[in-house]
């Protein structure tokens, strides 16, 4: 998960790190979402997001971005996000 947290890091100004399945291929991609108006990416599920605007982490990690992310995917629920891309792979989305 070195890439989605690398991608969390690098989305300039606000926005969202997004792992994601496209599930024609069923191949995992993960991209960043700069602009809050692009948010939809036809044939892309997402499975997991980080948001990464300064209003989710500011309070208690003022303007360390880094050690946000680094928190963040410490306490990922990895059960979870399989059953997400199960769900998607059965078409259960």
Same mark, same amino acid.
């Given at each position: 998960?070195?890439?989605? #947290?690398?991608? #969390?890091?690098?989305?300039?100004? /606000?926005?969202?790190?997004?792992?994601?399945?496209?599930?024609? /291929?069923?191949?995992?991609?993960?991209?960043?979402?700069?602009?809050?108006?692009?948010?939809?990416?036809?044939?892309?599920?997402?499975?997991?997001?980080?948001?990464?605007?300064?209003?989710?982490?500011?309070?208690?990690?003022?303007?360390?971005?880094?050690?946000?992310?680094?928190?963040?995917?410490?306490?990922?629920?990895?059960?979870?996000?399989?059953?997400?891309?199960?769900?998607?792979?059965?078409?259960?989305?």
């Amino acid at each position: 998960m070195k890439i989605f #947290a690398s991608v #969390a890091l690098g989305v300039q100004g /606000s926005g969202w790190a997004v792992l994601g399945v496209e599930p024609v /291929s069923r191949r995992l991609m993960v991209t960043g979402i700069c602009r809050h108006q692009d948010v939809l990416v036809p044939g892309f599920c997402p499975i997991l997001v980080c948001d990464v605007w300064e209003h989710a982490y500011y309070l208690t990690w003022s303007n360390d971005r880094k050690g946000y992310v680094n928190a963040f995917m410490q306490h990922i629920n990895w059960g979870v996000v399989e059953n997400r891309l199960n769900c998607i792979y059965r078409n259960e989305y």
